[in-house]
């Protein structure tokens, strides 16, 4: 299991999603509602050579839902709890399985880039996941 095949993972359980999904900063002037997701920590468990085990990772993700209402946004919220709340999401292409371990959510504000005088509504997910080779 690859360290991309994980960030390509990532990226297709939020694809799946009913908005944009982009990597590290949202493109000027995209539509709304969309998911910025940036992995901001990673770390893996290193087995012993000669013995037989998958590769384990822990890593923290940064999702942030911007939308036109508080409404848009916290629906979007449930839908990136949903994804994991059922068990490990599987990704066949990418070899791993993804495992919820930590969820925490901040709303907010931030003023919008066209130019307009009114505020984009925005959630800040800090999701911490496991993640192990299939």
Not at 31 to 52: K, N
Not at 87 to 111: H, I, K, Q, R, Y
Request: glycine letters at 6%; charged letters at 15%.
């Amino acid at each position: 299991m690859s360290f991309s095949g994980i960030h390509k993972a990532i990226y297709n359980t939020l694809f799946s999603k009913s908005a944009d999904t982009f990597v590290g900063i949202r493109a000027a002037g995209s539509p709304l509602p969309c998911f910025v997701y940036e992995i901001t920590s990673a770390t893996i468990d290193i087995s012993m050579t000669g013995v037989l085990s998958k590769n384990h990772w822990t890593l923290n993700v940064e999702v942030i839902i911007f939308g036109t209402t508080v409404d848009e946004v916290t629906s979007l919220v449930n839908d990136v709890a949903s994804i994991y709340s059922s068990g490990p999401v599987n990704d066949t292409p990418n070899l791993c399985s993804l495992t919820l371990a930590g969820f925490s959510v901040v709303m907010g504000t931030e003023s919008a880039d066209d130019g307009m005088q009114d505020l984009t509504r925005t959630a800040t997910i800090s999701l911490t996941l496991l993640v192990q080779e299939d």
